[in-house]
Structures are given as C-alpha cells and as structure tokens.
C-alpha cells in the first residue's frame, strides 16, 4: 500500500497542561479538539509554525478502555499514514495478517488503526 506518514499521537495524562507546554514553551498553535465518544477520548492538534508537523495529543476518560497505566517514555498512542483508499488499505492489510483493531467515524471522518508487529497502533486515514 502507498502511504504516507502524516503526524505523530502521544498519549497525555493532563491534557490541559499538555496544551499549555506545547503552546507557551515550544509556540504551537492548536489546529482543532475534538471529542470521540466511541474512545471516551478528546483529541487536539497542534501544529508548528512552519506547519510541517502535526502532533496530536491524546487523552482518554478514565473508563476509556483505553486509559491505561501510564509509563513514562511509553506515551507513544499511534502513528498516523495517510492512504489513498482507507477500504482497499484495510484489505490489504488483512491479507498481510494485520486486520483492523478499531475503526472510528464520526463527523472529522472516517479512520482505522492497525498494529505492527509490535503492538504499536498505525492509523489509515
């Protein structure tokens, strides 16, 4: 599959004092927050001044079931890969051993996750 790599998702444990280091420290500008009911989870985008990278940050309620015990240096949540085609990706992934883990679409759109054969989540957008 063609893809390319688009931006990196950390997981936080704070989420206000996240945005408030990445803005007021390293001037990154908030792109857009949003909330993800099917994650328990919100999302917000930061972008740096030359607008080249995207870091997302990630927090998760604490009945998401993806609120896990947090361990410094492990707040790696995803890699995100833009594809041409999310369905025809997701196909090819399956065949290769590695079918989807989650699937969320909601009105920001439609994306998949997958791991490698670490554990780690690669998103498909």
């Known amino acids: 599959m063609k893809a390319k790599f688009e931006?990196?998702?950390?997981?936080v444990k704070d989420l206000s004092k996240s945005i408030d280091f990445y803005?007021?420290?390293?001037e990154m500008?908030?792109?857009n927050r949003f909330r993800i009911e099917k994650?328990?989870?919100e999302i917000v985008n930061l972008q740096s001044e030359?607008?080249?990278f995207i870091l997302e940050l990630n927090y998760y309620d604490a009945d998401s079931p993806y609120n896990t015990e947090y361990i410094v240096g492990?707040?790696?949540d995803h890699l995100a890969f833009k594809v041409e085609d999310l369905d025809k990706a997701l196909e090819e992934a399956k065949r290769f051993g590695?079918?989807?883990?989650?699937?969320?679409?909601?009105?920001k759109g439609r994306w998949a996750y997958i791991e490698?054969?670490?554990g780690i989540w690669i998103e498909l957008y």
């Open 23 to 26: 803005t007021r420290l390293l």
């Open 29 to 31: 500008k908030v792109v």
């Open 7 to 11: 931006y990196v998702g950390i997981r």
């Open 74 to 76: 492990e707040g790696l």
């Open 98 to 107: 590695h079918g989807a883990v989650l699937e969320v679409k909601t009105e």
């Open 39 to 41: 994650t328990k989870g």
């Open 50 to 52: 030359n607008g080249n």
């Open 116 to 118: 490698d054969p670490n």
